[in-house]
């Protein structure tokens, strides 16, 4: 190699602007700097831990009816406890409490009563609960309020250990079996609980029987499939 063709070259490099003498090795100029790397690598912080529930069913209702952790807890929204027997064997939950502060309300609780007692229930012998003890302005709770109510609920049926569970609606479906009302119903599942998994069953509100009563029938086989669990 001539030293003309030498120095033409380095004077090429030097006009690019190339004044450092670098190491043969490959090295990856747009990889992250050593720092940052090693920040990188360092383990992200802890979660904050999960909400600690109450280990017993009256202390339980008793945080329902006074946390601030639930979804527009205030001392303006009014909350809807559980009702009837929780010793029955049966618990049924329903989504969020009606605009007048009830579990149903009106018509719909009318039909609900119609619908326990074809089966030999009253809203007095079962155990019935809202996922939500305070219906939300929007009636809309986002993903956060969600996931912190399905580990309370997990957490409620667990307490109460009935031998079936009876899920009205779709969003308490998609919460607690991760499935549609319309692909959950018409066959057992098994909700999962801190005290073990707890058989359910999924049918439609009375709300949505009452728009479409042609649906009542398929609410009635749900009725019978568990009326023939309970008598077994």
Do not use: N
Request: aromatic letters at 6%; charged letters at 20%; one cysteine or more.
């Amino acid at each position: 190699m001539s030293s003309r063709w030498a120095e033409s070259a380095l004077s090429w490099w030097e006009e690019a602007g190339v004044d450092t003498v670098v190491g043969e090795q490959p090295r990856d100029w747009l990889a992250a700097p050593a720092l940052a790397a090693a920040k990188a690598a360092e383990p992200a912080p802890a979660a904050a831990p999960a909400e600690a529930f109450p280990d017993d069913l009256p202390a339980f209702q008793a945080w329902l009816a006074a946390t601030d952790a639930i979804p527009f807890a205030s001392p303006a929204m009014r909350r809807v406890a559980p009702i009837g027997d929780p010793a029955s064997g049966l618990m049924a939950i329903t989504d969020l409490p009606s605009a007048a502060g009830e579990l149903f309300g009106g018509e719909a609780e009318a039909l609900l009563d119609r619908m326990l007692a074809a089966i030999g229930w009253s809203r007095e012998t079962i155990y019935l609960a809202p996922f939500s003890p305070i219906r939300p302005p929007s009636g809309r709770i986002d993903k956060a309020g969600v996931e912190l109510l399905t580990r309370a609920m997990r957490h409620h049926v667990g307490l109460v250990a009935p031998r079936a569970l009876l899920i009205f609606g779709d969003a308490c479906s998609r919460a607690l079996l991760g499935m549609t009302m319309t692909q959950a119903r018409g066959r057992w599942h098994e909700v999962e609980t801190p005290a073990g998994p707890v058989r359910t069953l999924v049918t439609l509100r009375p709300q949505e029987l009452q728009v479409q009563p042609k649906l009542k029938a398929h609410a009635w086989a749900d009725l019978q499939l568990l009326m023939e669990e309970l008598k077994a």
